[in-house]
Nanobody
Framework: QVQLVESGGGLVQPGGSLRLSCAAS????????MGWYRQAPGKQRELVAG???????NYADSVKGRFTISRDNAKNTVYLQMNSLKPEDTAIYYC??????????????WGQGTQVTVSS
């Protein structure tokens, strides 16, 4: 069994910051790309940021310069530092990772989601 567990969401005022964490655990052989997605009410889920094993990153245009994705391979954890938050960043944020389990099967796994609300 492989699990992704997110933490760090909450309520923040516009202009504020939050840091999301997502830890992978279970029968893991190796982890490949990791990323963060978000889904706002009435909208489709969209990619926010992604990071490869080697540390290459990509971002949605809407968050470039404000959000930073990083990972700690020793801890099987990916982070999303969110600065200068705007009300339009309000959404449920989901962690995603491509993981090869101990049985050498590779799948995409999702976390349960964490709510981020930006409001005064």
């Amino acid at each position: 069994q492989v699990q992704l567990v997110e933490s760090g969401g909450g309520l923040v005022q516009p202009g504020g910051s939050l840091r999301l964490s997502c830890a992978a655990s279970g029968s893991i052989f190796s982890i490949y790309a990791m990323g963060w997605y978000r889904q706002a009410p009435g909208k489709q889920r969209e990619l926010v940021a992604g990071i490869t094993v080697g540390g290459s990153t990509n971002y949605a245009d809407s968050v470039k310069g404000r959000f930073t994705i990083s990972r700690d391979n020793a801890k099987n954890t990916v982070y999303l530092q969110m600065n200068s938050l705007k009300p339009e960043d309000t959404a449920i944020y989901y962690c995603n990772a491509d993981i090869r389990n101990s049985g050498l099967l590779k799948n995409a796994y999702w976390g349960q989601g964490t709510q981020v609300t930006v409001s005064s």
